[in-house]
């Protein structure tokens, strides 16, 4: 089946993003009288939408959900300066205006969000799901939940020498940018032992695999600093729609002890894969498995009389 894609644009804090809208297979076992649901997507770290999303979106799509996938200000094929500078309060209210924007698009139920989330946009469909009405349900996959513990995880991989020259250049590159100075820019990811954010080993062949033509690798070198104070474990008992937590228990970025007990939390349909961070991206072995439950858990919860309990679909 071939799902039309549509760019669609829409304004963050008074910034245009870029956005694609799929409006999902015509025969849908999720249409309601008022629409059918919608899920709002976005990447991880310093990730852009056409990096590893529309694999997803497309599946998604074809099962009768429309799907709206979107870059954060700064990123990708959105506006926004400074550019590869990562902010989680903005980028969370970055998912807020896709919201708001999803629902805008025709054929949507505005009353059932799917929020959906990998890596560090899976903490941030925690923080963005929590205390609201409209979300119907939230996908959380691979997430970072708890900044301080993946660096905690991290440590053992890079050493505290590394751990300290990364720290200092964060904050350097945040008093450059306070002083009108240029920020210190640093690459996403390298091989183990070169100066990045990722090193960890297989990232960058894994995270290069599934780059599409607007992503960079390079981020501002603040991140650091960003990250250590970044808390969306204590957000997810907040979150009152269902939940489906997808955790990598091999995972080297994101701590996989974290996320269970996030998951825990926010009382969590929890499905766990035996592989690493990138490793349920299409072109793996878990993206398959992924993707099939992220379905049948959406079918139990959100699909009307006409659902056939997804039969087939592991459960």
Known sequence: MTINRQTVTFDSHGTACDAWFFAGATDSAFDAPSGRPVVVMAHGFAGTKDSGLEPYARRLADAGLAVFAFDYRGFGLSDGAPRQRISMTGQADDYRAAIVAAKRQPGVDPTRVILWGISQSGGHALIVGGGRTDIAAVITMVPLVNGLAAGIHHYPQVGAAAMLRSAAVGIGSTL????????TMMPVVGRPGEKAALT????YDSYLAIAGPSWRNEVDASVGLE???FRADKAAENVTAPVLMQIADLDQGAPPHAAAKAGFKARA????YPCDHFDVLEGNDWFEPAVAHQIAFLTRHLAGDRADAAEGVPR
Request: zero cysteines; charged letters at 20%; glycine letters at 16%.
């Open 269 to 272: 349909e929890v499905r766990h």
């Open 176 to 183: 450059a940018v306070k002083t009108g100075r240029a920020p």
């Open 227 to 229: 990250l250590g104070s």
């Open 200 to 203: 960890s080993p297989g990232f």
